[in-house]
């Protein structure tokens, strides 16, 4: 397994285990990087990397995933504080980040065609929103998704974790 480690700000490490179910398949993922009450910009860059599926003689498959992990870091953002995150499209499809269940401006909600331009190849987008609720959230392309999700775009079910002061 290729673990490929970003530029995320990473401040201590998750005690979920990092495995994912993706359509009966199950990924041995990166243990969740955890970014905690952090309001840095943070960087989610879509991209091809590998992970072994579970089982001894596992071989390690090919995967989209962000930072090139499936399932990509957790985000643990205070109840009330902003979350600053950078999208970066390193595939080969156009792209979104959706911030799925949080209330937030539709600005930043991440589905293209009508709260955003998708973003191409190559290119970045700035997500930048306060957290108003807690609660244990995700985050996944909203393009391509049942593509995109199922090769590795998400974060854990569930991902971002806003929690109360
Ligand atoms: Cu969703």
């Not at 985000?75 to 980040?97: K, M, W």
């Not at 293209?112 to 995700?138: I, N, S």
């Amino acid at each position: 397994m290729t673990n490929k480690i970003s530029s995320f700000a990473i401040t201590r490490r998750s005690i979920l285990g990092g495995a994912a179910s993706l359509g009966g398949l199950t990924l041995i993922g990166n243990a969740g990087r955890v970014v905690a009450n952090s309001t840095a910009m943070h960087k989610l860059v879509a991209e091809p990397g590998t992970a072994l599926l579970r089982g001894k003689d596992a071989l390690p498959v090919k995967i989209w995933g962000y930072n090139g992990m499936a399932p990509g870091p957790v985000l643990r953002v205070r109840q009330g504080n902003e979350l600053r995150v950078q999208l970066q499209n390193g595939i080969h499809q156009p792209t979104t980040l959706h911030w799925h269940g949080i209330r937030i401006a539709n600005a930043m909600d991440g589905v293209p065609g009508l709260t955003q331009e998708a973003v191409e190849p190559g290119k970045t987008f700035d997500y930048r929103f306060t957290c108003p609720d807690a609660g244990m959230l995700w985050y996944h392309p909203h393009r391509f998704s049942s593509e995109q999700v199922a090769r590795g775009l998400h974060d854990h079910h569930p991902g971002a974790v806003p929690h109360p002061n």
